[in-house]
């Protein structure tokens, strides 16, 4: 697995979208899209809910296994219990881990809670 670190705070996220891009190699770019959307999603809730200010760091993991795009982000956060939100179209936010449970073929939680990781097919289209 490749690691790279990056500072938190407000432009965490698009650092991290353009590290993805440079390490993608030749992923479909509907595939990279599906990364980048939903690794944004786990920086942006560092930032927000794991107090990844810029002096602080998060960690991107990347692999490719088997067919398989794993990424791992892990924050300063003190862990928490994931929760899916329902989607209500009248509340703003908080759908961050409901997209990434839509979206990813599978992702879960490690390392006490600080650590958010998914898995997306390498290959596109509807019969994933």
């Known amino acids: 697995m ?8 407000p432009d965490a ?9 440079a390490m993608a190699g030749d992923l479909e770019v509907c595939v990279l899209d599906e990364i980048q959307l939903l690794t944004t999603e786990l920086v942006t809730n560092c930032v927000r809910h794991g107090g990844a200010g810029p002096d602080k760091e998060i960690q991107l993991g990347y692999a490719m296994p088997k067919g398989m795009v794993r990424v791992e982000v ?3 956060g003190q862990g928490f219990e994931p ?8 509340t703003p936010g908080g ?16 390392r006490d809670g600080c650590c958010v990781w998914f898995e997306v097919s390498r290959e596109s289209g509807p019969h994933r």
């Open 2 to 9: 490749l690691h790279f670190l990056t500072r938190g705070g």
């Open 13 to 21: 996220a698009e650092r991290v979208r353009r590290v993805l891009e």
């Open 74 to 76: 892990t924050g300063p």
């Open 83 to 90: 929760e899916v939100a329902e989607l209500d179209p009248t």
């Open 95 to 110: 759908f961050g881990l409901l997209i990434v449970d839509r979206v990813a073929t599978e992702w879960g939680l490690s």
